[in-house]
């Protein structure tokens, strides 16, 4: 395992980049522990995948320096690293039997016979691949296939880090959820290190201890699942995480809080005062601390449509021209054509051009 660290790493496909736009990947410093469990999260196009082929070495930054423990490793190959790496679709050899491609990282750096048939054996068990070690890959599913190549990166224990790239994308959903318990377990067990990209944010939060949510090639935040959301200190990071995500509501500064359409929100004066020369306010809740409730104080509000998930409901309302998400339980009973909405004062954050304030 090693301590990764990028010191003002940044990357454009361009020759000659002139304006930050040309970047794929924006300046940024950034580190992963040894041992941790990442997800770097986003939308298709936000430089994910550049990140992590740039750390594994299969790509060149085109500014700033890559460091294990210490090491400057910008100019380092992929083995002089010693990463092991998983793509979105399976990379084995058809024509070798599954025990083959398991054992073939650990032959090519050669470990000894007893050794490979315990490590094969090891993580065969893991991703349940026991009874198809004698088969040819030729002959196996694609998801299967993808299990094959999940466990050629984990059979390794001499890593520096395991990075995944979109993993997932090619297994059944049942077999993606216990796949990702599986990966839990080996971190878990082994300590190693995972960096792990994917777009879907359920993947990223259950897989991960922290994740770094990028977009347009910038890293917005990093943080526990519960920071992102909780506290998500980016309008995009806010959107992106929960579902429904973080509604947001353009407002302007009173004596007494924030108006939002004629109608008032509590905020706290100190908040207040670090907004007071601030432009593009916005206030942000989430759906999950908006009560919603027949009459009485709060946001008086037209409800439209409601969703029932099972486990929860989820109501639109309408605010002037404003639309907010509200999750109440299954439960709960809901008006039928007007109510009133109690947000949470500990979860309604401020927001001025995007930004967090405070």
Same mark, same amino acid.
């Given at each position: 395992m090693?301590?990764?660290?990028f010191?003002?790493?940044?990357?454009s496909?361009l020759r000659?980049?002139?304006?930050?736009?040309d970047?794929?990947?924006?300046?940024?410093?950034?580190?992963?522990?040894?041992g941790g469990?990442?997800?770097?999260?986003g939308?298709s196009?936000?430089?994910?995948?550049?990140l992590?082929?740039?750390?594994?070495g299969l790509l060149?930054?085109?500014?700033?320096?890559v460091?294990?423990?210490?090491?400057d490793?910008t100019d380092?190959s992929?083995?002089q690293?010693?990463?092991?790496q998983?793509?979105?679709?399976?990379?084995i050899y058809?024509?070798?039997t599954v025990?083959?491609?398991l054992?073939?990282?650990?032959?090519?750096?050669g470990?000894?016979?007893?050794?490979?048939?315990?490590?094969?054996?090891e993580?065969?068990?893991?991703?349940?691949?026991?009874d198809?070690l004698?088969?040819?890959?030729?002959?196996l599913a694609?998801?299967?296939k993808?299990k094959v190549?999940?466990?050629r990166?984990?059979?390794?224990s001499?890593v520096?880090?395991?990075?995944?790239?979109?993993?997932?994308?090619?297994?059944d959903p049942?077999l993606?959820?216990?796949l990702?318990?599986?990966?839990k377990?080996?971190?878990?067990?082994?300590s190693?290190?995972?960096?792990?990209v994917?777009h879907?944010?359920?993947?990223?939060?259950?897989?991960?201890?922290?994740?770094?949510?990028?977009?347009d090639?910038?890293?917005?935040?990093e943080?526990?699942?519960?920071?992102?959301f909780d506290?998500?200190t980016?309008?995009f990071?806010?959107?992106?995480? +929960?579902?429904?995500?973080? *509604?947001f509501?353009?407002? !302007?500064l009173? $004596? @007494? #809080?924030?108006e %939002?359409?004629?109608?008032?929100?509590p905020l706290?004066a100190?908040?207040r005062?670090?907004?007071?020369?601030a432009t593009g306010?916005?206030i942000?809740?989430?759906?999950?601390?908006?009560?919603?409730?027949?009459?009485?104080?709060?946001?008086a509000?037209?409800?439209?449509?409601?969703?029932?998930?099972?486990?929860?409901?989820v109501?639109?309302c309408r605010?002037g021209?404003?639309?907010?998400?509200?999750?109440?339980?299954p439960?709960?009973p809901?008006?039928s054509?007007r +109510?009133?909405l109690?947000? *949470?004062?500990?979860?309604t !954050?401020?927001? $001025? @051009? #995007?930004?967090? %304030?405070?």
């Amino acid at each position: 395992m090693a301590l990764i660290e990028f010191e003002n790493v940044a990357h454009s496909y361009l020759r000659s980049p002139a304006r930050m736009e040309d970047y794929a990947l924006r300046p940024m410093n950034l580190a992963w522990q040894h041992g941790g469990a990442y997800a770097l999260l986003g939308p298709s196009g936000s430089g994910k995948t550049t990140l992590l082929n740039i750390i594994s070495g299969l790509l060149r930054p085109s500014a700033g320096r890559v460091l294990f423990d210490g090491r400057d490793v910008t100019d380092s190959s992929t083995v002089q690293r010693n990463i092991a790496q998983v793509f979105q679709f399976p990379v084995i050899y058809d024509t070798m039997t599954v025990f083959d491609n398991l054992a073939f990282p650990l032959r090519n750096r050669g470990v000894a016979s007893a050794e490979v048939r315990s490590r094969v054996s090891e993580v065969a068990e893991m991703l349940e691949l026991t009874d198809d070690l004698r088969r040819r890959a030729s002959g196996l599913a694609a998801d299967e296939k993808q299990k094959v190549s999940l466990g050629r990166g984990l059979v390794r224990s001499d890593v520096s880090a395991i990075l995944f790239d979109e993993p997932l994308t090619v297994v059944d959903p049942y077999l993606k959820w216990r796949l990702r318990r599986k990966l839990k377990e080996i971190h878990k067990r082994y300590s190693v290190t995972l960096i792990y990209v994917t777009h879907d944010q359920g993947e990223a939060l259950t897989f991960a201890d922290r994740v770094v949510v990028m977009h347009d090639g910038s890293v917005l935040q990093e943080g526990t699942p519960q920071e992102l959301f909780d506290t998500p200190t980016h309008r995009f990071v806010g959107y992106f995480i +929960g579902s429904p995500g973080m *509604n947001f509501l353009p407002c !302007r500064l009173s $004596a @007494d #809080g924030a108006e %939002v359409a004629g109608q008032f929100i509590p905020l706290a004066a100190a908040l207040r005062s670090k907004a007071a020369q601030a432009t593009g306010l916005e206030i942000g809740i989430r759906p999950e601390a908006i009560g919603l409730k027949g009459s009485g104080k709060g946001l008086a509000v037209e409800i439209g449509d409601v969703v029932n998930l099972g486990t929860r409901k989820v109501a639109t309302c309408r605010l002037g021209e404003h639309e907010i998400k509200v999750v109440v339980p299954p439960e709960q009973p809901i008006p039928s054509e007007r +109510g009133v909405l109690e947000f *949470n004062p500990a979860m309604t !954050r401020l927001y $001025a @051009d #995007g930004r967090l %304030v405070g």
